[in-house]
Structures are given as C-alpha cells and as structure tokens.
C-alpha cells in the first residue's frame, strides 16, 4: 500500500469524477472539488506508533511521496476537558480540541500543510489567495518552508500580527479596502503572473488537512464520536472536513457506522449567512450585507462551500446558531479566567454557543460535547481590556 491511497477528485455538487494527479482547481460547474481515496484493506492498528502529527494519518491524506511532505510538526492538539467552565453552563462533559497550539497559533495551519505538500508534489511554486489573515499567514509560512513563493492579499482592518506573519516570512502582502471578497478580487486579477488560486476551496487539499481534527477528534476518545461538535463557521473548511473525516471513518469501519456527533455551525450575528439559510431550511445561503464582527475569521458572508456546510448540518441533525459580539467577548474571558486558556474570539463564539444551546435544551446536560477552538487568543490581544 502507497503512502496515500488518494483515487480520484469529485465535484461537491455533481459528483463529476476528475484527476487527482493535475493541478485542479473548481469544477466546471463551479463547485468545490473533493479528494476520495482507496479505502479497502486500512487497518487503524497501524497508526498507534506512529509520531503525533496529522501525517500519522497519511493513507487519508492527498501527498503521495514521503519525500514531498512540508511540515512543522502540526497536528494532534490537545482535546482537553473543561470541567469548571462545563460545570457553569450545565455541560459537565464538554471537551475543548484547542488548535491554538498548532504551528502559527491557528488551525489554518492543517490546510495550509497538506495544500502547500501537494502543491509542491504536482509542481507548483506561485500561490496566491485572498484571507481574513490566519489562512494567509499559515500558508505564507509553509510556503516558505517548501521555497515557494506567496502573494497574500488580505483586508486592511486584519489583524496585525497575521500582516506580519507574512511580511516576517517573506510573503508579497497587498492589503485592500473592503473584505475578504475584495481582496479575492485583487488576487484574480493577478493569477496571469503565474500564480496559483489556493483560495478557500478552490483547491481540493487544504479540507484534506483540515478534516484531520475529525481524525485526531475520534482516535483521542478511543474511536469513538461525541454527541456534538461546534464549530466556528466562515468559509466552513473545518466543519465540512470533520464531516468529511468522520464519513470515511465509518466507510473504514474505524468508528461505528450508527452513530454521528451533531455538528453545529457557530456564526457571529453580524454575519450569520449560514443560520439565516439553516433556519430557512435552504440548501444554499444568501450573501450577508455589511458583515461585520469583532470574530474576524468568521466574517464570511457567502462561503463558495455553503451548500456543503448546510449538507453537514442537516445529515448530522445538527443546527447553526448565531451569537452576538457582546457574548462572545465575555466567554472569551470566562473561558480564561475558568479554564485559565486564552481563547480566539471564533472559539469563545462556539463556547458562546454551548451556553445558549444548553439553556435552550438542545444541549442536554449528558451530551458528551467538543468545542473547536480555533486559535490562540495572543493573536487578538485587542480583545480583552488591560490597563
């Protein structure tokens, strides 16, 4: 058996199969293309004694050479039980899978390793992408581990740390007025320079890395899943990847094939494109006006992959809730002042979102729950008031 076992692409919506072993980008259709793999004959026995990083997982993953791996050692974050916090919003069993730990403090880290592995494997060497700032700086900084060159185009109101990030590590930054959107605009009208779009989505590989906290999720509680999964929702990579993951996890017979956690798409109220169309019962969303919130990385108001977000939801019973500035910022300093962990503003809305779904029983007090924190909050010092 090779070092991956990656078969083929397949386009999100239609199901047109496409080669894996060229460069790809979208569908002809225009939607997200996904990695399928070999799945017969994989044993789970075999990753036990392997080191702890996300490639340990490696017959799941897109790079097919060993060799062609560009890594800083991500991966395998810790899930971690939140007792005292748990215990003030009535979840006695809630569980934090904390990727502000992983290599450039965000687990934009993930995608950018295996995107950037693959993208080296089949001969790229320009990327380019437009980000609200962590994506941008995690694969600004793996493509300077491979010797690639970047261009980042990011709105000028990201945060600093992620403009200087890219800048530290060589990156040509262009910073634009607008949002995420704009500066997608910009890096269209620079591709004819050679450049590779490895914008959200628009590359079949960076979900494949992202999908490893799916992994990671079920082998650290013995291959099994919890009863619920919130995640903070912008362009959706990570929650359609743990989806993704846990499918070919019971494809493989790794986890038990009657059971999924509820996944829940945790957005902000001042851009909530996803809980709009989920509450609709709508398969695809509508592009949110003037978003804005202080959740910077989730300020997306119309993600490429929205239909497949929607299909993770509705599949796993799950919701999207939508939770305000206000909240979020005061679970981000309960979280810390509790747990004595510094939290991203994207992950205190998830554990904002814990707190209104159990007071709404949704969340039930025995529910076995993960929240997703997304980042470091030493990313965001702004966020929390000091003297």
């Known amino acids: 058996m090779g070092y991956s076992t990656l078969s083929h692409l397949t386009c ?45 997982y490696h017959e799941l993953l897109p790079v097919r050479s060993p060799e062609n791996v560009v890594t800083l050692g991500e991966g395998m974050t810790p899930l971690l039980p939140m007792r005292r916090f748990g215990a003030d919003v009535g979840v006695p069993r809630l ?54 060159q970047s261009l980042i185009a990011m709105p000028r109101s990201a945060p600093k740390i992620c403009r200087t990030e890219c800048v530290a590590v060589g990156a040509e930054l262009a910073l634009v007025d607008g949002l995420i959107g704009d500066a997608g605009a910009y890096i269209r009208g620079r591709l004819a320079e050679g450049y590779v779009d490895v914008s959200t ?8 890395g992202k999908k490893t906290m799916g992994l990671e999720i079920a082998e650290q509680l013995g291959w099994r899943v919890p009863d619920v999964i919130l995640y903070p929702t912008g362009g959706g990579v990570g929650l359609i990847g743990i989806w993704k993951a846990l499918n070919e996890l019971r494809s493989l017979g790794w986890i038990a094939a009657d059971r ?26 509508e592009a949110w006006p ?20 929607l299909r993770a939801v509705y599949e796993t019973e799950g919701c999207a809730v939508a939770v305000s500035d206000a909240d979020l910022l005061a679970e981000q300093r309960r979280v810390a002042e509790l747990e004595g962990t510094f939290v991203c503003p994207e992950g205190a809305a998830a554990f904002a979102a814990v707190r209104q779904l159990r007071e709404s029983g949704w969340i039930a007090s025995s529910d076995e729950v993960v929240v997703l924190n997304t980042g470091a909050g030493l990313k965001y010092p702004e966020t929390i008031p000091t003297p």
């Open 290 to 309: 003037d978003a804005s919130t202080v959740a910077f990385g989730i300020t997306v108001p119309k993600a490429l992959g929205d239909f497949l977000i």
């Open 201 to 208: 989505l628009r590359e079949p590989y960076r979900i494949e």
């Open 12 to 56: 999100g919506k239609q199901g047109h199969d496409h080669d894996a072993d060229v460069v790809a980008g979208v569908c002809d259709c225009g939607s997200p293309l996904l990695a399928q793999y070999d799945l017969s004959g994989l044993s789970r026995d075999v990753i036990a004694g392997r080191p702890p990083t996300l490639w340990r």
């Open 260 to 285: 999924m956690p509820r996944l829940v798409a945790v957005q902000a109220e001042g851009c909530a494109p996803i809980v709009r169309a989920w509450a609709k019962g709508a398969p695809e969303s």
């Open 95 to 148: 569980l934090m899978k904390d990727e502000g730990l992983i290599p450039t403090g965000t687990f934009k880290a993930r995608g950018a390793a295996v995107g950037v592995s693959r993208a080296y494997e089949l001969g790229v060497r320009k990327i380019a992408m437009p980000t609200n700032g962590n994506a941008g700086s995690a694969w600004a900084t793996y493509a300077a581990r491979a010797g690639m």
